[in-house]
Every structure is written in structure tokens, then in C-alpha cells.
């Protein structure tokens, strides 16, 4: 992990929050249960609401919030899960405590309809954010300001993140771990919660035509087979030819499961891959991009530079600067 100092959570509950994403937060920010093995990380989580006390949930689930408003003025982050858009404009406390943690230099996040939070807020005047599909519409016809992208899981603007719903909360989280304490954490707290360790943010929220039933099973056995061999100079037709399907009948069944192209998801993968040698090891670039399947550190900087906004060396000297450890490897 990258980072061994406390790193503070405050989940803003409001009246009308959504379950899941409550949860979703909880698992991913929160404490491990006493006598299981989930990884530890030093996120603190502490859930906030303008009263301490109970909060009613969109489920009618009453919650406890462990303390108030103040709480926001000390975290690190700040993330409000979904809520019931027509009842958030009317809790103003919360709002402009949230709209106070993000002046003085806190990242807020929202998941789900949470964006309406983070609207109402002020936060996200002028800004590119996401939310569920089903109220994209919605949240841009009340807020023209805000430039609403319903075709992505989640958007990270720096100190602003927002996402889509349900699972794509937990995308996000996961993608915050990430960028926190590195790419092994976040693989291990995704194995832990039995999901996909890594979906990028600009994959599409859902997909309009699943599998048809009569044409056999999943991709998700070449896709394994892949990720061993990313070191390899795959193509579209080499996957295929593992799947015993032509170019063009693969790359469909490709998108219909994972909602992007084969080629974008190698790239992906082979992203994901080279932060995590940046990450843990003294590899020189050129290795890295050998062994991330790009060949070159030439080809390595120009695709690192798209997906993450810097330079292999100038991560991986960021990443040492917020504590990582790094082992040298042959």
C-alpha cells in the first residue's frame, strides 16, 4: 500500500439515502468485520448526518449517524451515496457543510443520484459529472450549469468524482483506492468484495444487447487467458482464435458483455498493469512498457499519458513521494 497515515471518510447521510450505496461505501472505506481476513487499509470512516442520531434511508431502514456536521470539516474525503432527489434541496445544513469541506480543499464524491447533492451544493457548477442513467435528464434540466455525461460509470475531475449507479459506485470507490494506495490494494479489496478489480470510468452504463442465450458461453475464460499473457502481442484475431470464433463474430460478443471494444479493454488492462510495475518495482520504463504488452516506453508514455494525465516516471515519483514501498524485481 502507498499510504500508512490515516486517511479521514465522512459518509453523508441524508434523509432519504439510498441502502446500497451506503453499504457499498462502508465496504470498501470502512472497518473489516472482527475475525475475517479482509484487507486493512488506514481509511477512517465515520458516518455524518445534520443531526447525529438516527437517518431514515429510501428503504426505511433507520441508520445511526455517528456524529454531525462537523465531521466534514475534517475529512479527507467527503461522499454522499444516492438519495431521494426531491428531498435533498430542503436539507440545507447538510449542503452547505458539504459545499464548506469542498472550499476549504476536501475531495467530495457522490454515487448515484448523491450528484444531486453535490449539485444543490454548488459543487459541480461548471463541471462534467455523471449520474444514474435514468436521471441524467433529469438532474441536467435542473442544473444547466453542469455538463451531465450519461454514458460513462464515473468521472474523476481531481476533487470532484461522481459516478453512475449501484455497481458503478463501487467501481468508483474502488477506483479512489487505486489512486490512494495503489493498485494492489484496490485488487485485493476487489477480490475481498468478489467484483471486477478494474472497469474504466468511460465504459458505457449499460449495455443495450446482452448475449443471445443460443450462442454459448462467456468470454470471460479468454479474457483470463489474456490477462497472463499481456506481455504478448495480442490482437483481435489471436482472441478469437482462442474463443474458436471469427474476428468479427468475437469482437461483437465482446462488447455485448463487457460494453467496450476488445482492443480498448487491452489497453485498459495493460494500463492497469504497468502502474502496478511503476508501483512495486524498480523496473526501468522500458521494461515496464515490454512487459504491459506496449512494446516501447515511446508507446508506454503516449498511452499512460491518455488514461492518467502524467508521465511513467513522474508517477511512479508521486507514488514514492506519498510513502509506497518498492521492490526491486529481476
Known amino acids: 500500500m502507498a499510504a500508512s497515515s490515516e486517511i479521514r471518510v465522512a459518509l453523508l447521510l441524508l434523509e432519504g439515502s439510498i441502502l446500497y450505496d451506503i453499504g457499498t461505501v462502508h465496504t470498501v472505506f470502512g472497518p473489516g468485520r472482527p475475525g475475517t481476513a479482509r484487507p486493512e487499509t488506514p481509511y477512517v470512516l465515520t458516518l455524518a448526518a445534520a443531526d447525529p442520531g438516527p437517518v431514515t434511508t429510501a428503504a426505511g431502514v433507520v441508520l445511526h449517524a455517528d456524529a454531525g456536521l462537523e465531521v466534514l470539516q475534517e475529512a479527507d474525503l ?4 444516492g438519495s431521494t432527489p426531491p428531498l435533498v434541496a430542503a436539507q440545507r445544513l447538510a449542503l452547505d457543510a458539504l459545499a464548506a469541506a469542498h472550499a476549504r480543499g476536501a475531495r467530495v464524491m457522490s454515487i448515484c443520484t448523491g450528484a444531486f447533492a453535490l449539485a444543490h451544493a454548488g459543487v459541480l457548477d461548471g463541471r462534467r459529472a455523471t449520474t444514474h442513467w435514468a436521471y441524467c435528464e433529469q438532474l441536467a434540466a435542473e442544473f444547466p450549469t453542469v455538463d451531465v455525461d450519461p454514458g460513462v460509470l464515473y468521472l474523476d475531475d481531481g476533487d470532484v ?3 453512475a449507479g449501484l455497481a458503478a459506485g ?3 470507490c474502488l477506483h479512489v483506492v487505486r489512486g490512494d494506495l495503489g493498485a494492489d490494494a484496490a485488487t485485493a479489496l476487489a477480490r475481498w468484495n468478489v467484483v471486477a478489480p478494474h472497469r474504466d470510468g468511460g465504459q458505457a452504463q449499460y449495455i443495450d444487447h446482452p448475449v443471445p442465450a443460443h450462442e454459448g458461453g462467456g468470454l470471460a475464460g479468454t479474457r483470463r487467458w489474456a490477462l497472463e499473457r499481456l506481455h504478448e502481442p ?4 489471436v482472441l478469437a482464435r482462442h474463443s474458436h470464433m471469427s474476428p468479427r463474430t468475437f469482437a461483437r460478443r465482446f462488447v455485448a458483455e463487457t460494453g467496450e471494444a476488445p482492443k480498448r479493454w487491452l489497453t485498459t488492462q495493460r494500463i492497469h ?7 512495486s518495482t524498480d523496473l526501468p520504463v522500458e521494461e515496464v512498457a515490454r512487459r504491459s504488452g506496449f512494446g516501447s516506453a515511446a508507446a ?3 498511452h499512460f499519458g491518455r488514461a492518467t494525465a502524467t508521465r511513467p516516471t513522474t508517477y511512479r515519483r508521486a507514488f514514492r513521494g506519498v510513502g509506497g514501498e518498492v521492490t526491486p524485481t529481476a
Open 78 to 81: 467527503v461522499v454522499v451515496g
Open 161 to 163: 468524482l461522481t459516478s
Open 170 to 172: 463501487m467501481d468508483l
Open 234 to 237: 495480442l490482437t483481435v484475431e
Open 273 to 279: 498493469h504497468a502502474r502496478r510495475l511503476l508501483e
Open 300 to 302: 508506454l508514455r503516449v
